[in-house]
């Protein structure tokens, strides 16, 4: 058995193939979660951290009580 990952039978990606898994992956996103939680999904780690705890902050300021659980998508 060959361990040698460099070996793969599987050819690398194309950049046009990146660009459109990029695509497929934004607009799974953008359905998924909306437009701006999709936006903050694909920012850097820290970056992704800060818009969070931002987000958090305005619901606090604005009256939103953060004590009882999330019980998912309400109708």
Excluded: C, W, Y
């Excluded at 459109?20 to 992956?25: D, E, K, V």
């Excluded at 999709?38 to 004590?67: S, Y």
């Amino acid at each position: 058995m060959n361990t040698d990952p460099s070996a793969s039978s599987i050819p690398p990606l194309t950049a046009a193939q990146r660009r459109r898994l990029g695509r497929i992956m934004r607009d799974f996103h953008r359905r998924a979660f909306g437009e701006e939680l999709a936006r903050i999904n694909f920012l850097p780690e820290a970056q992704r951290k800060l818009a969070v705890a931002e987000m958090i902050d305005h619901a606090r300021r604005n009256g939103v009580k953060l004590t009882r659980p999330a019980l998912g998508v309400t109708l």
